[in-house]
C-alpha cells in the first residue's frame, strides 16, 4: 500500500490529463490518493467536479488519504506580501475571513465527496509582523479563534478533522508557539498536526524530528519527501538527509494510520519515478511496521 499526492506530475486542469494522472498512479499499484490540486489560491470546487473526481477514483480502485487545504493566499518567503482582495480565514477584514471560511467548508466538503476524515492546512505565523508591530500577534490570533470556532461544529459533523501542518522558513520557536496555542484550545478530535518532512529540513531547525517529538499523539497526517537541506525539492523519502529511522519510531507510536503518504515531484521522465517511488515507501512503511 501506498499513498501519493495527487500533484506529484504537475497540477493540469486539463480533465483527460487529471484523470490520466490517477490512471497511472493506479497502474503503477498505488493504493490512495492525498488530493494536493488547488492547495493555494481560491479555487472553488463544484459539487460536480467532487463527483468527478471520485468517480475517478472509484474507476481506478484508488481510496482518498486526505485533503490539503488552501488558506486562500500565496504569501512571499519573507510572509509578508499577501493579497488583500482574497479569500483569507486569517484576515482582520469580516468579509474576506468569511469568504476565506467559505473557501475551507468547500475542501471539508470535498474530503467528505471523496470519502476521506482529513484535510491538511498551512497556517502561516507573519512572526515578522509580530516582531515590528505591537499588538499585531493578538489581532492576528484573534481572526483565527474566530475562524476555527465556526469552523469547529461544521468540521465535527462531517468527521472531518483539521490537521495543520509545519511549514518551512519559520523557526521552530514560533511553530511551536501557535501549534500549542491551537492544540491548547482545540481538542484531537477537531484539530491535528501534519508533518512535513521536507520543509523540517528547510527550517534548519536544530533537531529536524523536534516537532513530531513534541506532537506525536496529534500527528494524524504526515508529508513524506527529502531533500538537501537547501530548497524543497520534494524528493523521494531516502534520497536526500532526512532521519528516516528517527521518523519511523514517531510514526510508530503515533495515531497515523498506514499507508505511508508521499508529498513528492516526478524530477526526470526518463526513469522509472513511479517504480522507484513505491520502492521507496514499502522501505518506509516496513520500517515504521518494525516499531510499531
Known sequence: MLAFNSDWNGESKNIQELEATLRELAEAGMTHIHWCHQWS????????EMIQIRRWLDRYGLKAKGVHATEGHWMDEELDTVDPNCKDFTSPNELNRLAGVELLKNRVDLAVALGTDLIVLHLHPPF????EQPGSRERFYQAIFKTFDEM????????????????????NEHQIAQFDLMFNRYDKSYMGF???TGHALISKASAPLELPERYWERMYFI????NWGDYDQHALPFEGTFDWTGLAKWIAKSPYELPVTLEVSRNDENEPFLKKAQAS?????ELVRSYR
Open 41 to 48: 489560491g481560491d479555487y472553488l470546487y463544484s459539487t460536480y
Open 128 to 131: 515578522h509582523m509580530f516582531n
Open 152 to 171: 469547529e461544529a461544521y468540521c465535527k459533523v462531517r468527521g472531518v478533522r483539521v490537521c495543520l501542518e509545519n511549514l518551512q522558513g519559520i523557526p
Open 194 to 196: 501534519c508533518f512535513d
Open 223 to 226: 508529508h513524506l519527501s527529502d
Open 281 to 285: 515507501g514499502a522501505r518506509l512503511e
